[in-house]
C-alpha cells in the first residue's frame, strides 16, 4: 500500500531554516505529482507546493513563494521542502501527499510532521 513519511521537522527560531523530507513507498513515484500542505492550530488545512512527476514545474502559495523550494529525487522516492527564512506563522503540521492521476485529487497523505518557529 501506499505509505508516505516525513520528517525533519523541529523547533527552530524566526529567521532560521529547516529542511522536510518525505519518502514514498507503494508506488511508482516518478509517476505522481507530490504536494505539501500544512495546517495550524484552528485552521484549516492549506496548499503549500507541489512539484510535477519530472520535477521541470513547481508551485507555491503565495505565502511562502520565495522563500520555500520544493524538489525530489525519483530514483529516491523521496521529495524535500526547503524552507528558509521561517516565520512564526509558519508554525504547523507539515504534511506530504501524492496527487491522484486520474481525479487530480491529492489522495493519500502523510502523517505530518510538527513544525514550530519562535519569534
Known amino acids: 500500500q501506499v505509505q508516505l513519511t516525513e520528517s525533519g521537522g523541529g523547533l527552530v527560531q524566526a529567521g532560521d531554516s529547516l529542511s522536510l523530507s518525505c519518502a514514498a513507498s507503494?508506488?511508482?513515484?516518478?509517476?505522481?505529482?507530490m504536494g505539501w500542505f500544512r495546517q495550524a492550530p484552528g485552521k484549516e488545512r492549506e496548499f503549500v507546493a507541489s512539484?510535477?512527476?519530472?520535477?521541470?514545474?513547481?508551485y507555491y502559495s503565495d505565502s511562502v513563494k520565495g522563500r520555500f523550494t520544493i524538489s525530489r529525487d525519483n530514483a529516491k522516492s523521496t521529495v524535500w521542502l526547503q524552507m528558509n527564512s521561517l516565520k512564526p506563522e509558519d508554525t504547523a503540521v507539515y504534511y506530504c501527499?501524492?496527487?491522484?492521476?486520474?481525479?487530480?485529487?491529492?489522495?493519500?497523505w502523510g502523517q505530518g510532521t510538527q513544525v514550530t518557529v519562535s519569534s
Open positions: 512539484i510535477s512527476e519530472t520535477g521541470s514545474s513547481t
Open positions: 501527499a501524492k496527487k491522484n492521476l486520474l481525479t487530480r485529487r491529492y489522495d493519500y
Open positions: 507503494g508506488l511508482t513515484f516518478s509517476r505522481y505529482t
